[in-house]
């Protein structure tokens, strides 16, 4: 069963919004304070959070901010002031979405079950695997190591994300300034010979033969494709 997380201090609001659920099919816990909705957000794995705002002690945006440096959770935010609005638009990623008090519970419900929907859609499809067999070659991702023959080859941090994306997206080519800010980002330092670099050293670290690649193909004028 889905559970979800009700951080508000209202017992009356917290409570309408638990029955809702339950009639729906959702599990819920109740968070008074902010600070014990972030205990209870990061010790259990909700499948959405609905956060109050107006909070006694750590407000709804401040923790927000804190629950997303570790959650990817859709967070809802309820909120019973018109003025709140802009802010939560203005908020950038934090919130997925808002809802106004006085709020039609079946409005809430709907909302809920979308973004539930939503994000399980966005991480079905995300979904890597977590060891990758090619030939002779294994990566790791749960150790983020990489074998050859069973023999560990030690891989930079950036040389093994460029591998394990390659790698866990086969048969697809990537252009340079695809890969770069992929693996390197947009603000980062740099330019697509970076790319070509690390490329020349996962060659020469997986490769029999670099200049004859079996496992990372250069694609003339494009750029490069892991062939499954
Ligand atoms: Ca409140």
Redesign the pocket.
Known sequence: MQSVLII???KD?AALERDYLEINGFKSDIATTGEEGLKLATANSYSLILL?????GID?FALCEKLRETLDVPILM?T?RKEDIDKIRGFGRGADDYIVKPFNPNELIARVKAHISRYDRLTKRDKKPNEIHMKNLTVDHGSRRVFLDNKEKIFTAKEYDLLYFLASNPNIVFTKEHLFEQIWGYDAIGDNTTVTVHIRKIREKIEENPSLPQFIETIWGVGYRFQK
């Open positions: 508000e201090d209202e609001i109050d705002l107006m909070l006694p709804g309820v019973a």
